[in-house]
């Protein structure tokens, strides 16, 4: 294996197959110290369109206006904060995090991730999504992004059915893409390691402890909002995991016909899970009572 070449700039190392310094940008050549550095951010490069971050955000986007629609059809006002469940949103897939019930339903571990508890958590979602998706499109590529993202959603889930199980915790329901979010964090932190990007610290710092200090920090106030802490932290246990085994080079992953095609099946299994809690008996039990 070719030794890591320092840069000549800011002495940082970088694979032999590199260019350009992963760390300032500045040209790995000898005449590295005569041209400028490029401006480079975490993305490393932008890819030309993030389309599955665009399908994903358009399909949560469509699950909210169908929320909304199906709750002035039944006389439910707009919601800016969480507040009682309603029959809306467990007929467009909310989880409730009971083992028995997710044995009769287990595509809500997935059709949770699109649901959103009011217009703020819709908008915080969304906004972090957009966000990190761009960035971890790009590392993964958008075959395994799509992979990654739902895979993060149901891990997150799954960690909180298995956490209210062990704990004996009261069963309340949940939804929202915040544990897949922190999926996308979980990617952009374990790329930025397996590629020995010193920016990982900084990133750590900035956006997942952070974020998990905020998470707990809410339960702890006297808001009347819960956070699903055991959600984020399955969903960036396995986007850590997608992020470590990406491939350690700089620029946007080469999508192929097997991811490009993993991508599709995982985007389909998406909107099958909420056709499935449309059509759920559970749903209708709920509706009639």
């Known amino acids: 294996m070719p030794a890591p070449t320092p840069c000549p700039r800011c002495g940082a190392l970088n694979d032999a197959t590199f260019a350009d310094c992963i760390r300032c940008g500045g040209a ?36 909210f206006a169908a929320q909304i629609l199906l709750a002035l059809a039944h006389g439910e006002g707009l919601r800016l904060l969480p507040r009682n469940l309603s029959a809306t949103d467990i007929r467009l897939g909310v989880l409730i995090p009971d083992p028995a019930l997710v044995r009769d339903e287990p595509f809500r571990l997935l059709s949770a991730v699109f649901v959103h508890f009011g217009i703020l958590h819709f908008l915080m979602n969304g906004w972090a999504f957009v966000d990190l998706g761009r960035i971890a499109e790009t590392m ?69 402890v952070y974020s998990l200090v905020f998470g707990f920090a809410i339960n702890a106030s006297d ?3 819960a956070i699903n802490n055991a959600a984020h932290i399955g969903g960036l246990l396995v986007g850590l995991a997608a992020g470590l085994l990406a491939r350690r080079q700089a620029g946007a992953a080469t999508p192929t016909r097997a991811t490009d095609i993993a991508g599709g099946v995982a985007f389909v299994a998406s909107i099958a899970s909420i056709a499935l809690a449309y059509r759920s008996p559970l749903a209708t039990w709920i509706e009639r009572g």
Do not use: E, Q
Request: no cysteine; hydrophobic share 50%; net charge positive.
């Open 28 to 63: 790995l050549s000898a005449d590295a110290p005569k041209r400028p550095p490029k401006k480079v951010s975490i993305l490393l490069a932008k890819p030309a369109r993030p389309i599955a971050t665009i399908a994903f955000a358009v399909l949560t986007s469509a699950v």
């Open 140 to 208: 993964l590529g958008r075959g395994r992004f799509a992979v990654t993202y739902v895979l993060a959603g149901i891990g997150g889930f799954g960690v909180s059915v298995a956490m209210t199980s062990l704990a004996h915790s009261p069963v309340a329901p949940t939804a929202g893409a915040s544990g897949a979010v922190f999926g996308l964090m979980g990617v952009v932190l374990g790329t930025l390691v397996a590629r020995r990007d010193p920016r990982w610290k900084s990133f750590a710092m900035r956006a997942v």
């Open 223 to 225: 808001t009347g909002i």
